[in-house]
């Protein structure tokens, strides 16, 4: 079992950074990754990164925008989203599991909410 609290959600401007925080707990996962769901839209992934050996990937959407990384003496997978857009705007999901595809996921946050306005 592992359990997924995410924290760091909030208000930006559009332009404006943002740094989400997974504090994972329990059982290690092969692979960590962020999702989120906008306002009447399907889930989608954003970025994943493997605990085995740090590589990462990110959807066309936010790369070079968006950084994913892993603090392993403190259990925590970090989302630095810079650049950020209206059409961020989204709940942020931290998922584990063992593959970097939603399918691969096996726990879930309960998500925080980004929201890109002026």
């Known amino acids: 079992q592992v359990q997924l609290v995410e924290s760091g959600g909030g208000l930006v401007q559009p332009g404006g950074s943002l740094r989400l925080s997974c504090a994972a707990s329990?059982?290690?996962?092969?692979?960590y990754a962020w999702f989120r769901r906008a306002p009447w839209k399907e889930r989608e992934g954003v970025s994943c990164?493997?605990?085995?050996?740090?590589?990462?990937e990110y959807t066309d959407f936010v790369k070079g925008r968006f950084t994913i990384s892993r603090d392993n003496a403190k259990n925590t997978v970090y989302l630095q989203m810079d650049s950020l857009k209206p059409e961020d705007t989204a709940v942020y999901y931290c998922?584990?599991?063992?593959?970097?595809?939603?399918?691969?996921?096996?726990?879930w946050g309960k998500g925080t909410l980004v929201t890109v306005s002026s």
């Open positions: 990164i493997s605990s085995i050996d740090g590589s990462t």
């Open positions: 998922a584990a599991g063992r593959l970097c595809a939603s399918w691969g996921m096996d726990y």
């Open positions: 329990g059982s290690a996962a092969n692979y």
